[in-house]
T-cell receptor, first 115, second 115 residues
Framework: DAGVTQSPTHLIKTRGQQVTLRCSPK?????VSWYQQALGQGPQFIFQ???????QRGNFPDRFSGHQFPNYSSELNVNALLLGDSALYLC??????????????FGSGTQLSVL | GESVGLHLPTLSVQEGDNSIINCAYS??????FIWYKQESGKGPQFIID?????DKRQGQRVTVLLNKTVKHLSLQIAATQPGDSAVYFC??????????????FGQGTELSVKP
């Protein structure tokens, strides 16, 4: 049973460029959340997708956008990259329960470096 | 503001001793808490969770205690092993009706186990 998989594992971009990160959820899960983790910090919530729609969003600018596909996989897009966007981007999947309490399973992340 | 914080950023223990990692949260409306372990180069790994209607929950070698009066959460690891060395995060789930919650992470505590 595959867990959460993310690609690529590492990525180097320059300021102003655009990047797309990809995530496949754990088998049986239907919800995908994205987090940004700066060095030495805890993960920060970016947004969550369920039924191909953005369900919740954290305090991130519109440069951060996402998509969920019918097979539940997801993409995170960041436009006009800034140096401060350098971080580990984590994808987490869960199974929608309707209770508001869902256990998240994380992938190993994509390490993005913006030069 | 909303936050989940940890009292100690680093903790060093001797192999075989018990470890206690503490966490404070600020939002009394949160009803679900999770502890994650993150090893270098990996994503956060689920350890144990607890709902706000409980005071204590035990797993294999781990116990989570919740004190809602003072908004405090702790993770106890029995007979700490070198493989327990990692950064530990507490996370607070902020539900939004039945649309699922989002996890608010603390800064993390680095646990170092000395042989």
């Amino acid at each position: 049973d595959a867990g959460v998989t993310q690609s690529p594992t590492h990525l180097i971009k320059t300021r102003g460029q655009q990047v797309t990160l990809r995530c496949s959820p754990k088998s049986g899960h239907d919800t995908v959340s994205w987090y940004q983790q700066a060095l030495g910090q805890g993960p920060q919530f970016i947004f969550q997708y369920y039924e191909e729609e953005e369900r919740q969003r954290g305090n991130f600018p519109d440069r951060f956008s996402g998509h969920q596909f019918p097979n539940y996989s997801s993409e995170l897009n960041v436009n006009a990259l800034l140096l401060g966007d350098s971080a580990l981007y984590l994808c987490a999947s869960s199974l929608f329960s309707g209770t508001g309490r869902e256990k998240l399973f994380f992938g190993s992340g994509t390490q993005l470096s913006v030069l | 503001g909303e936050s989940v914080g940890l009292h100690l950023p680093t903790l060093s223990v001797q192999e075989g001793d018990n470890s206690i990692i503490n966490c404070a949260y600020s939002n009394s409306a949160s009803d679900y808490f999770i502890w994650y372990k993150q090893e270098s180069g990996k994503g956060p790994q689920f350890i144990i969770d607890i709902r706000s209607n409980m005071d204590k929950r035990q797993g294999q070698r781990v116990t989570v205690l919740l004190n809602k009066t003072v908004k405090h959460l702790s993770l106890q690891i029995a007979a700490t092993q070198p493989g327990d060395s990692a950064v530990y995060f507490c996370a607070e789930n902020r539900p939004r009706g039945n649309q699922g919650g989002k996890l608010i992470f603390g800064q993390g505590t680095e646990l170092s186990v000395k042989p």
